[in-house]
């Protein structure tokens, strides 16, 4: 009698734990994926990382989650190609214009400066060019990627310590770049450029390291480079989608049919809240900025004209690149569907 009430209460209570491991709540995971990501947590862009990797969870029942490491914790963002490339981790949040040698194609609309507009063109002609030009594609799959969406940046103008008003206020000046084409746009203006990251930004501009940095209006904010740098010209240096979330191709191929349709859902769906995040984010960031003594200084179309036509013809160096490379054909397309685009959504 003692053994059969003993054996009842035993199914009875495997039974409810494996109600209890069934439910959706608890639901054990599946693919646990380490995303390094190269971004504080503070930024717009950020939050619809960690939107994007909730709803991951949520959607699938917790069968799939990604756990984002925030600054770089998980190793720094010249690594990041190399640790998701080999697997040592699953994802990255990471601007392929680090990259270059690597990612040359997705690097270009990373990196050209005055080469777009406004972040809904930006944005429009990314997705268009990983949809048409079959390059991006392979570049991705050589390198044992699979990009799932990228971000929006707000338009790189000049904060600087003092006012630029026109394009010879920045002979002789020292300007934070980046890659290898920002360099040659301060050097058409007469300035040279200092290759800085950007948590080192703020630092060398209080240290008079440089005078200028190419920065986003809610960057300024989220790095605090208002209380170093208290002048803002409204000239685009650089505007182009930003970072990509990445994950390993080989752990992506692992995960179920249903999980990764899911999961690019979700990657569409936090692209649309992206757009809309950062446009949000650069009002409330302008207003912020002058209510903290910062001045916002026009820059007439005529010198913004005089700069263009100094510089380098970026778009004709970096197709010359990539006919080097046996790939001048894919080169010219990517160009030629950018330019369009360019004209057509500006």
Known sequence: M????????????????????????????????KLNHQWPATTPGSAVDQWFADEVAKRTANEVQVKIFWSEALGKAKENLQLVKSGAIDMAAMSPAYFPS?????????????????IRQAGIIMRTLMEKVPAYAEEAKTNNLKP???HHLNPYLLVCKEPVRALADLKGKKIRTWGEDMPRLMQAAGGTGVTIFLPEIYENLQRGVVNCAPFSVDLIQTYK??????YVTEVVAWEGPSWGVWINLDRWNKLPDKHKQTMLAV?????KR?????????????????????????????????????????FADWINKMEKLGKGAAARQTVAIWKELREKHR
């Open 2 to 33: 003692h053994r059969r009430v003993l054996l009842t209460t035993v199914v009875a209570l495997l039974a409810a734990l494996a109600l209890v491991a069934a439910a959706p709540g608890v639901a054990q995971a599946q693919a646990q994926l």
């Open 102 to 118: 690597d990612l040359p194609f997705f690097t270009a609309p990373n990196s050209l400066p005055m080469a777009m507009d406004n």
């Open 148 to 150: 799932l969406f990228f």
């Open 225 to 230: 480079i208002y209380e170093v740098a208290k």
């Open 274 to 314: 992206d757009l809309q995040a950062v446009g949000e984010a650069a009002d409330k960031a302008r207003a912020f900025l002058a209510q903290n003594g910062v001045q916002f200084i026009p820059f007439a179309e005529s010198e913004r004209l005089k700069w263009v036509q100094a510089n380098p013809d970026f």
């Open 267 to 271: 990657a569409d769906e936090a692209n």
